[in-house]
Nanobody
Framework: QLQPVESGGGSVQAGASLKLSCSAS????????VAWFRQPPGKGREFVAL????????DYEDSVKGRFTISRDKAKNTVFLQMSRLKPEDTAIYYC???????????????????WGQGTQVTVSS
C-alpha cells in the first residue's frame, strides 16, 4: 500500500515562502500522477496543483497560479510544492494524493486519487 507522507508545513507571515514535500518509500510513487489538495478551516477540501507521472504536465488552481510551483524529483521519490507570496487565505491543511494508474487522464477531482497523506498544516498570518 503506497503511503505518501507530507512535510514542510508551518506558520509564516504573509508574503513569505514555504516548500512542501511529499515522499513515499515505494518506487511505484514515481509512476503516479500526484496532486496537492488543501482544506481551509471550516471548508471542504479543494484542488491546488497536480503533476503528471512523467513530470511533463502540471495544472494549478487559479488563485495559486504564478505563486505556487509543483515539481518532482524521481531520484528522491518526492513531489514538491513551492509556495511563494503566501496569503492568509492560503491557510489550510495541505494533503498530497497519488493516482496509482499512470494511464489515467489528469484530474483535479479528489476521487481520482487512490492514496492520501495525513496532511501538513500551513498557517499564514497577516
Amino acid at each position: 500500500q503506497l503511503q505518501p507522507v507530507e512535510s514542510g508545513g508551518g506558520s509564516v507571515q504573509a508574503g513569505a515562502s514555504l516548500k512542501l514535500s511529499c515522499s513515499a518509500s515505494e518506487a511505484t510513487f514515481n509512476n503516479c500522477h500526484v496532486a496537492w489538495f488543501r482544506q481551509p478551516p471550516g471548508k471542504g477540501r479543494e484542488f491546488v496543483a497536480l503533476i503528471k507521472w512523467s513530470g511533463g504536465d502540471t495544472d494549478y488552481e487559479d488563485s495559486v497560479k504564478g505563486r505556487f510551483t509543483i515539481s518532482r524529483d524521481k531520484a528522491k521519490n518526492t513531489v514538491f510544492l513551492q509556495m511563494s507570496r503566501l496569503k492568509p487565505e492560503d491557510t489550510a491543511i495541505y494533503y498530497c494524493a497519488a493516482d496509482g494508474n499512470w494511464w489515467d487522464p489528469l484530474s483535479t477531482k479528489e476521487d481520482a486519487y487512490d492514496y492520501w497523506g495525513q496532511g501538513t498544516q500551513v498557517t499564514v498570518s497577516s
